[in-house]
């Protein structure tokens, strides 16, 4: 497991396909942390990896255990290719972690504006408020971010 957990890590999807052939069971097995295979090596950006835990089974919307899906992961990095890549894969846009954040609202509160326009044509939901009940606006406005706010103002009107 753990030469697995260290390919994930690397972005050696050579090895990492070549266990999950003979360990298939691994493409949703969480780690120490409680990350899935996808949202670890997400986590680094290894887009490559996307289709081969996903053509091994791997479930793209399960959550880690503060509740985050890679969508959010990758939205909360900014890593624009593989946001676009898990939404193509039918990633959910709007799922809420632990603390009521989405994707978007990720992607406002680290300033990610290509992320942002990308989860808002793909159907993300900015009315959403966190458990605090603040939107993806919200953060923008507290962050300081005029770009970010422009778009979501644009959209929600």
């Known amino acids: ?56 089974g791997a479930a793209i919307d399960e959550k880690d255990a503060s509740g985050n899906t890679a969508l959010m992961g990758v939205c909360f990095k900014g890593y624009h290719e593989a946001a676009e ?4 894969y039918g990633a959910k846009v709007n799922e809420q972690n632990a603390m009521g954040a989405t994707a978007l609202i990720y992607a406002a509160t680290f300033n990610h504006l290509a992320v942002a326009k990308l989860l808002l044509n793909s159907g993300a939901d900015f009315h959403v408020k966190d458990a605090r009940g603040n939107t993806a606006l919200d953060h923008a406005k507290m962050q300081g971010a005029p770009e970010m706010i422009d778009l979501l103002e644009a959209v929600t009107g």
């Not at 999807?13 to 070549?18: N, Q």
């Not at 890549?85 to 193509?88: E, F, Q, T, V």
């Open 1 to 56: 497991m753990e030469k697995f957990y260290n390919a994930l890590r690397e972005g050696n999807i050579g090895t990492v396909g070549e266990l999950l052939k003979v360990h298939p069971e691994w493409a949703n097995k969480k780690d120490q942390r409680g990350s899935t295979p996808l949202i670890l090596s997400t986590y680094y950006n290894h887009v490559a990896s996307i289709p081969v835990l996903l053509d091994a």
């Open 85 to 88: 890549m898990l939404i193509g």
